[in-house]
Antibody, heavy 121, light 110 residues
Framework: QVQLQESGPGLVKPSETLFLTCTVS????????WSWLRQPPGKGLEWIGF???????HYVPSLKSRVSISHDTSNNQFSLKLSSVSAADTAIYFC???????????????WGQGTAVTVSS | QSDLTQPASVSGSPGQSITISCTGT?????????VSWYQQHPGKAPKLMIY???NRPSGVSNRFSGSKSGNTASLTISGLQADDEADYYC??????????FGGGTKVTVL
């Protein structure tokens, strides 16, 4: 059974850069796409971006100028970098694996438990 | 304000059926058969319940079913059970090659 685990700081100061890492266990990263999503307190989900096993990335337009996703497949990890954070970036951040549905890419079948990030001075 | 519109809450008694709606536009729900639904219990990660409008991943009960008409998708839960009490989110592929979500619907089992 594939498991994902997010790690990173729970508190980030405004204007600084947020770094999160997702560690994948119980399976290989190969042949799959991997995403970061977030959920502000009491609100719905927002997709941030994905990285393919080959390293292709795609981001939501609203965050594209501030976000970068990378991976270290030898260690079964992928990471999120979000720059110039503000209070609006306070959320629970999830990493997730894309379902191999043979069609649409944007289904997420395995998720991490989520990590809470607060942006505050 | 979320991209897709869902009712804030829906409730039903055990054994009953309930339906959650999710309204978008012709650029998302109406344009593609790429709608999915997620169940999220408090403090937990979302769980994929429906994809491609009507398909259930392995292990998901057949009490959960999905449909779509025009710009509105729906999730029906039949034979409502206590453990179905959770938040439910719809999502759709968009013409911008992204995915968007609804604001979520809290299902209460009376």
């Amino acid at each position: 059974q594939v498991q994902l685990q997010e790690s990173g700081p729970g508190l980030v100061k405004p204007s600084e850069t947020l770094f999160l890492t997702c560690t994948v266990s119980g399976g290989s990263m190969s042949s799959f796409y991997w995403s970061w999503l977030r959920q502000p307190p009491g609100k719905g989900l927002e997709w941030i971006g994905f990285i393919s096993y080959s390293g292709y990335t795609h981001y939501v337009p609203s965050l594209k100028s501030r976000v970068s996703i990378s991976h270290d497949t030898s260690n079964n990890q992928f990471s999120l970098k979000l720059s110039s954070v503000s209070a609006a970036d306070t959320a629970i951040y999830f990493c997730a694996r894309h379902l191999d549905s043979g069609g649409n890419l944007y289904y997420f079948d395995f998720w991490g438990q989520g990590t809470a990030v607060t942006v505050s001075s | 304000q979320s991209d897709l519109t869902q009712p804030a809450s829906v409730s039903g008694s055990p054994g009953q059926s309930i339906t959650i709606s999710c309204t978008g536009t012709s650029s998302d729900i109406g344009g593609y058969d790429y709608v999915s639904w997620y169940q999220q219990h408090p403090g937990k990660a979302p769980k994929l319940m429906i994809y491609d409008v009507t398909n259930r991943p392995s292990g998901v009960s057949n009490r959960f079913s999905g449909s779509k008409s025009g710009n509105t998708a729906s999730l029906t839960i039949s034979g409502l059970q206590a453990d179905d009490e959770a938040d439910y989110y719809c999502s759709s592929y968009t013409s911008s090659v992204t995915v968007i979500f609804g604001g979520g619907t809290k299902v209460t089992v009376l």
